[in-house]
């Protein structure tokens, strides 16, 4: 049977694209993009970076006492500009999500855990505000994470090749597929939150 690898490549060219999806269907309801009026206590993320679906633990400190928050998930929606036959390039809007809601105790102390979302990739704020005050903030990153499957078999075996976390900022949001160092295609998630699914077909000799 032949063993299958795929590399990828940061790059600029032809698009593969997936049915439009994603992150704010895993996310709560929309929330305003908040300002800060001076940020108030301290804020933090458990573990700072990780895979969609990871329990990220968030605590603060100093805050007012007995109060409510959103715990807000930022990111952006991604889009196509064109118009009249030609292309513009990309097009990234600010959105703001719901992941929970959370209270201080009397100390002004609070801890609460979400799951990272499947979203684009690489950096995002999580916020902690109150309709469109924003409090504090902290950072969490989104992992890429490639799949193959299957992993093996004889030329002409259809490979679906899953791809998660990319990102939306340039030199993030632009790859390419190598398929034994030649290139197979572009890959790109503009509209899918960052993730991107495709079939190549497996070709070459097989291994022994």
């Known amino acids: 049977m032949g063993r299958l690898s795929a590399t990828l490549r940061g790059a600029l060219f032809v698009a593969v694209l997936l049915t439009p ?12 993009l908040a300002t800060p009026r001076g940020f108030v206590g301290r804020m933090a993320l458990s573990p700072e ?11 603060a400190e100093r805050l007012p006492a007995d109060s409510e928050f ?10 196509w500009r064109v118009g009249q036959g030609e292309y513009h390039g ?23 855990t979400f799951t990272a979302p499947e979203d684009y990739g690489f950096q995002h704020d999580v916020v902690l505000q109150q ?21 093996s078999g004889p030329p ?4 679906t090749v899953e791809v998660k976390g990319m990102g939306w900022r340039p030199l993030e949001n632009s790859w390419t597929l190598l398929y034994d160092n030649n290139f197979t295609g572009w890959i790109s998630a503009v509209t899918t939150a960052g993730t991107a699914r495709f079939t190549i077909p497996a070709s070459g000799r097989a291994c022994t």
């Open 21 to 32: 999806a994603a992150a704010n269907a895993q996310l709560g309801r929309e929330a305003p």
């Open 90 to 112: 990309r097009d990234y809007t600010p959105a703001a999500f719901e992941i929970a809601a959370v209270s201080s105790d009397a100390a002004g102390r609070l801890s609460a």
């Open 131 to 151: 309709g469109e005050r924003l409090f504090n903030q902290a950072g969490f990153a989104v992992d890429m994470s490639v799949t193959l499957s299957p992993e």
């Open 156 to 159: 002409g075996t259809p490979i």
């Open 70 to 79: 959103q715990l807000v998930w930022r990111t952006v929606k991604g889009g």
């Open 49 to 59: 970076h990780g895979l969609p679906g990871a329990p990220v633990e968030v605590t």
